[in-house]
Protein backbone atom coordinates (compact mmCIF):
# COMPACT_ATOMS: atom_id res chain seq x y z
CA UNK A 1 0.00 0.00 0.00
CA UNK A 2 1.23 3.38 -0.61
CA UNK A 3 0.11 6.99 -0.59
CA UNK A 4 0.19 7.30 -4.53
CA UNK A 5 -2.53 4.40 -4.46
CA UNK A 6 -4.60 6.00 -1.16
CA UNK A 7 -4.77 9.57 -2.87
CA UNK A 8 -5.96 7.83 -6.69
CA UNK A 9 -8.64 5.94 -4.79
CA UNK A 10 -9.58 9.19 -2.05
CA UNK A 11 -9.39 10.97 -5.95
CA UNK A 12 -12.19 8.20 -7.21
CA UNK A 13 -14.64 9.10 -4.87
CA UNK A 14 -14.85 13.11 -5.29
CA UNK A 15 -18.53 14.06 -4.68
CA UNK A 16 -18.91 17.80 -6.29
CA UNK A 17 -22.11 18.60 -4.11
CA UNK A 18 -20.40 17.97 -1.51
CA UNK A 19 -17.35 19.47 -2.37
CA UNK A 20 -18.99 22.53 -2.93
CA UNK A 21 -21.12 22.78 0.52
CA UNK A 22 -17.20 21.92 2.47
CA UNK A 23 -15.76 24.51 0.32
CA UNK A 24 -18.15 27.22 1.63
CA UNK A 25 -18.03 25.78 5.07
CA UNK A 26 -14.83 25.83 5.24
CA UNK A 27 -14.56 29.58 4.44
CA UNK A 28 -12.09 29.10 1.52
CA UNK A 29 -13.27 32.16 -0.33
CA UNK A 30 -10.76 35.07 -0.84
CA UNK A 31 -9.55 36.85 2.41
CA UNK A 32 -11.17 33.92 4.47
CA UNK A 33 -9.19 32.21 7.01
CA UNK A 34 -9.36 28.72 4.57
CA UNK A 35 -8.61 30.77 1.45
CA UNK A 36 -7.86 28.23 -1.53
CA UNK A 37 -7.75 25.00 0.08
CA UNK A 38 -9.28 22.44 -2.11
CA UNK A 39 -11.91 19.53 -0.96
CA UNK A 40 -12.70 16.14 -3.04
CA UNK A 41 -15.94 16.37 -1.21
CA UNK A 42 -15.76 13.59 1.16
CA UNK A 43 -17.40 13.33 4.73
CA UNK A 44 -15.06 12.25 7.51
CA UNK A 45 -16.84 9.39 8.34
CA UNK A 46 -15.59 8.15 4.81
CA UNK A 47 -12.02 9.29 5.31
CA UNK A 48 -11.94 7.67 8.97
CA UNK A 49 -13.39 4.57 7.31
CA UNK A 50 -10.01 4.40 4.88
CA UNK A 51 -7.57 5.18 7.94
CA UNK A 52 -9.27 2.49 9.72
CA UNK A 53 -8.81 0.02 6.26
CA UNK A 54 -5.11 1.30 6.21
CA UNK A 55 -4.02 1.01 9.51
CA UNK A 56 -5.78 -2.78 9.83
CA UNK A 57 -4.00 -4.13 6.43
CA UNK A 58 -1.45 -6.11 6.79
CA UNK A 59 0.92 -4.68 5.52
CA UNK A 60 -0.33 -0.67 6.52
CA UNK A 61 1.55 2.61 5.25
CA UNK A 62 4.83 2.75 6.23
CA UNK A 63 5.41 6.07 8.21
CA UNK A 64 7.64 7.59 5.46
CA UNK A 65 4.69 6.97 3.17
CA UNK A 66 2.64 9.60 4.90
CA UNK A 67 4.30 13.26 4.04
CA UNK A 68 3.15 12.19 0.27
CA UNK A 69 -0.56 12.30 2.03
CA UNK A 70 -0.18 15.37 4.22
CA UNK A 71 1.65 17.59 1.41
CA UNK A 72 -1.74 16.55 -1.29
CA UNK A 73 -3.61 19.73 -2.32
CA UNK A 74 -6.86 17.88 -1.26
CA UNK A 75 -7.86 19.09 2.56
CA UNK A 76 -9.36 15.32 2.55
CA UNK A 77 -6.43 13.61 1.79
CA UNK A 78 -4.20 15.84 4.19
CA UNK A 79 -6.84 14.32 6.99
CA UNK A 80 -6.21 10.79 6.27
CA UNK A 81 -2.41 11.45 6.92
CA UNK A 82 -3.11 13.55 10.17
CA UNK A 83 -5.58 10.43 11.02
CA UNK A 84 -2.96 7.20 10.09
CA UNK A 85 -0.23 9.41 12.25
CA UNK A 86 -3.22 9.67 15.18
CA UNK A 87 -3.67 5.71 14.66
CA UNK A 88 0.26 5.02 14.46
CA UNK A 89 0.70 7.30 17.83
CA UNK A 90 -2.15 6.09 19.71
CA UNK A 91 -0.73 2.03 18.99
CA UNK A 92 2.44 3.26 20.57
CA UNK A 93 0.57 4.84 23.75
CA UNK A 94 -0.88 2.43 25.59
CA UNK A 95 -0.48 1.86 29.42
CA UNK A 96 1.63 -0.97 28.20
CA UNK A 97 3.78 0.58 26.72
CA UNK A 98 4.69 3.84 28.05
CA UNK A 99 8.02 2.80 29.45
CA UNK A 100 8.86 0.42 26.33
CA UNK A 101 11.52 2.05 24.50
CA UNK A 102 11.30 1.47 20.90
CA UNK A 103 7.82 2.47 21.80
CA UNK A 104 9.04 6.36 22.87
CA UNK A 105 11.43 6.53 20.03
CA UNK A 106 8.52 5.99 18.02
CA UNK A 107 6.19 8.38 19.13
CA UNK A 108 8.86 10.85 19.59
CA UNK A 109 9.19 10.09 15.77
CA UNK A 110 5.35 10.65 14.97
CA UNK A 111 5.33 13.80 17.31
CA UNK A 112 8.56 15.14 15.27
CA UNK A 113 6.97 14.40 12.08
CA UNK A 114 3.72 15.77 13.19
CA UNK A 115 5.48 19.25 13.90
CA UNK A 116 7.28 19.15 10.82
CA UNK A 117 4.30 19.22 8.90
CA UNK A 118 2.05 21.25 11.34
CA UNK A 119 1.42 24.24 8.61
CA UNK A 120 -0.40 21.35 6.41
CA UNK A 121 -2.90 21.15 9.62
CA UNK A 122 -4.37 24.49 8.02
CA UNK A 123 -7.84 24.68 8.91
CA UNK A 124 -9.48 23.80 11.90
CA UNK A 125 -10.89 20.52 11.71
CA UNK A 126 -7.20 19.52 10.80
CA UNK A 127 -5.97 20.65 13.81
CA UNK A 128 -8.86 19.55 16.40
CA UNK A 129 -8.98 16.00 15.13
CA UNK A 130 -5.45 15.35 15.55
CA UNK A 131 -3.60 17.31 17.94
CA UNK A 132 -4.61 16.52 21.06
CA UNK A 133 -4.39 12.81 20.48
CA UNK A 134 -0.51 13.28 19.19
CA UNK A 135 0.74 16.38 20.71
CA UNK A 136 -1.41 16.15 23.83
CA UNK A 137 -0.81 12.86 24.63
CA UNK A 138 3.06 13.27 24.23
CA UNK A 139 3.17 16.03 26.96
CA UNK A 140 1.97 13.31 29.37
CA UNK A 141 4.31 10.58 28.21
CA UNK A 142 8.32 9.79 28.43
CA UNK A 143 9.87 11.35 25.40
CA UNK A 144 13.56 11.24 24.56
CA UNK A 145 13.19 14.47 22.56
CA UNK A 146 15.32 17.76 23.70
CA UNK A 147 17.56 15.61 26.21
CA UNK A 148 20.97 14.92 24.68
CA UNK A 149 22.38 12.88 27.69
CA UNK A 150 19.46 11.25 29.62
CA UNK A 151 21.31 8.34 31.35
CA UNK A 152 23.90 10.79 33.43
CA UNK A 153 20.46 13.02 35.04
CA UNK A 154 18.43 12.50 38.48
CA UNK A 155 15.22 11.67 37.69
CA UNK A 156 14.23 14.53 38.95
CA UNK A 157 16.39 16.77 36.44
CA UNK A 158 15.32 14.40 33.74
CA UNK A 159 11.66 15.14 34.82
CA UNK A 160 12.32 19.02 34.88
CA UNK A 161 13.97 18.58 31.37
CA UNK A 162 11.32 16.86 29.43
CA UNK A 163 8.97 19.59 30.98
CA UNK A 164 11.18 22.47 30.09
CA UNK A 165 11.36 20.76 26.23
CA UNK A 166 7.78 20.21 26.42
CA UNK A 167 7.00 23.82 26.98
CA UNK A 168 9.30 25.17 24.15
CA UNK A 169 7.62 23.42 21.59
CA UNK A 170 4.50 24.89 22.66
CA UNK A 171 5.74 28.19 22.85
CA UNK A 172 7.12 28.07 19.42
CA UNK A 173 3.82 26.84 18.46
CA UNK A 174 2.01 30.02 20.32
CA UNK A 175 4.40 32.02 19.47
CA UNK A 176 4.02 31.41 15.57
CA UNK A 177 2.46 33.95 12.90
CA UNK A 178 0.60 30.55 11.51
CA UNK A 179 -3.19 30.51 13.63
CA UNK A 180 -2.85 26.91 12.54
CA UNK A 181 -0.13 26.18 14.65
CA UNK A 182 -1.41 29.10 17.31
CA UNK A 183 -4.56 27.15 17.72
CA UNK A 184 -2.13 23.90 17.91
CA UNK A 185 -0.84 25.24 21.07
CA UNK A 186 -4.62 25.56 22.54
CA UNK A 187 -6.30 22.37 21.15
CA UNK A 188 -3.87 19.94 22.68
CA UNK A 189 -4.77 20.61 26.10
CA UNK A 190 -8.09 18.63 25.40
CA UNK A 191 -5.64 15.48 26.02
CA UNK A 192 -3.96 16.55 29.09
CA UNK A 193 -7.01 17.91 31.02
CA UNK A 194 -8.75 14.57 30.33
CA UNK A 195 -6.19 13.06 31.84
CA UNK A 196 -6.18 15.80 34.87
CA UNK A 197 -3.62 18.04 34.09
CA UNK A 198 -4.94 21.81 34.00
CA UNK A 199 -1.51 23.41 33.74
CA UNK A 200 -1.36 23.46 30.14
CA UNK A 201 -4.86 24.64 29.40
CA UNK A 202 -4.53 27.99 31.48
CA UNK A 203 -0.94 28.74 31.00
CA UNK A 204 -1.64 29.03 26.69
CA UNK A 205 -5.38 30.49 27.79
CA UNK A 206 -3.13 32.95 29.26
CA UNK A 207 -0.97 33.53 26.45
CA UNK A 208 -4.12 33.38 23.59
CA UNK A 209 -5.93 35.96 25.62
CA UNK A 210 -5.83 38.70 23.80
CA UNK A 211 -5.71 36.99 20.47
CA UNK A 212 -7.16 38.79 17.59
CA UNK A 213 -8.70 35.99 15.40
CA UNK A 214 -12.41 34.22 16.57
CA UNK A 215 -11.03 30.95 16.05
CA UNK A 216 -9.00 31.57 18.94
CA UNK A 217 -11.37 33.02 20.57
CA UNK A 218 -13.36 30.24 20.44
CA UNK A 219 -10.71 27.59 20.95
CA UNK A 220 -9.56 28.76 24.00
CA UNK A 221 -13.19 29.64 25.44
CA UNK A 222 -13.37 25.60 24.47
CA UNK A 223 -10.51 24.63 26.22
CA UNK A 224 -11.22 26.39 29.28
CA UNK A 225 -14.84 24.97 29.39
CA UNK A 226 -13.10 21.52 28.90
CA UNK A 227 -10.58 22.03 31.68
CA UNK A 228 -13.12 23.05 33.87
CA UNK A 229 -15.35 20.09 33.52
CA UNK A 230 -12.41 17.44 33.64
CA UNK A 231 -10.13 19.32 35.93
CA UNK A 232 -11.39 21.36 38.65
CA UNK A 233 -14.71 23.90 37.92
CA UNK A 234 -13.31 26.34 40.62
CA UNK A 235 -10.06 26.17 39.09
CA UNK A 236 -11.86 28.04 36.17
CA UNK A 237 -13.97 30.71 38.06
CA UNK A 238 -10.39 31.66 39.33
CA UNK A 239 -9.46 32.19 35.90
CA UNK A 240 -13.12 34.26 35.06
CA UNK A 241 -11.95 36.19 38.31
CA UNK A 242 -9.14 37.28 37.18
CA UNK A 243 -10.02 37.80 33.28
CA UNK A 244 -12.94 37.32 32.56
CA UNK A 245 -13.21 41.34 32.24
CA UNK A 246 -10.21 41.23 29.73
CA UNK A 247 -11.64 38.38 27.20
CA UNK A 248 -13.23 38.37 23.91
CA UNK A 249 -16.89 38.35 24.15
CA UNK A 250 -17.02 34.69 22.29
CA UNK A 251 -14.12 33.56 24.48
CA UNK A 252 -16.02 34.00 27.98
CA UNK A 253 -19.29 32.66 26.33
CA UNK A 254 -17.28 29.44 25.45
CA UNK A 255 -15.72 28.95 28.42
CA UNK A 256 -18.96 29.23 30.73
CA UNK A 257 -21.23 27.55 28.92
CA UNK A 258 -21.98 24.89 30.95
CA UNK A 259 -22.56 26.84 33.83
CA UNK A 260 -25.90 27.12 35.06
CA UNK A 261 -27.83 29.81 33.80
CA UNK A 262 -27.55 32.00 36.91
CA UNK A 263 -24.04 32.30 36.90
CA UNK A 264 -23.34 32.48 33.07
CA UNK A 265 -25.53 35.56 33.68
CA UNK A 266 -23.25 36.71 36.36
CA UNK A 267 -19.88 36.52 34.06
CA UNK A 268 -21.55 37.78 31.48
CA UNK A 269 -23.10 40.80 33.33
CA UNK A 270 -19.36 41.35 35.51
CA UNK A 271 -17.76 41.31 31.53
CA UNK A 272 -20.05 44.40 30.51
CA UNK A 273 -19.90 46.39 33.72
CA UNK A 274 -16.26 46.12 33.31
CA UNK A 275 -16.29 46.90 29.62
CA UNK A 276 -18.29 50.40 30.30
CA UNK A 277 -16.24 51.13 33.38
CA UNK A 278 -18.92 50.39 35.87
CA UNK A 279 -16.46 47.75 37.91
Not at 153 to 159: D, I, Q, R, V
Not at 216 to 233: F, N, T
Amino acid sequence: MTAKEIIAYMESLQNEEQRRILMGFFKTGPGEYGEGDEFLGLKVPQTREIVKAITKNREPLTLDEVPELLMSKWHEVRLCGLLILVAKFEKLATKRLENDEKAIRGRDEILTMYLQYAEQANNWDLVDLSVHKILGHWLLLPTHLGITEPRIHGTTELTNAHKAYKIKVLDELAQSDNLWKQRMSMVCSWKTSQMGDPSWCLRYAEIHLHHPHDLMHKAVGWMLREMGKRCSMELLRDFLRQHAHEMPRTMLRYAIEKMPEQERQYWMTAKEKSAVGCI
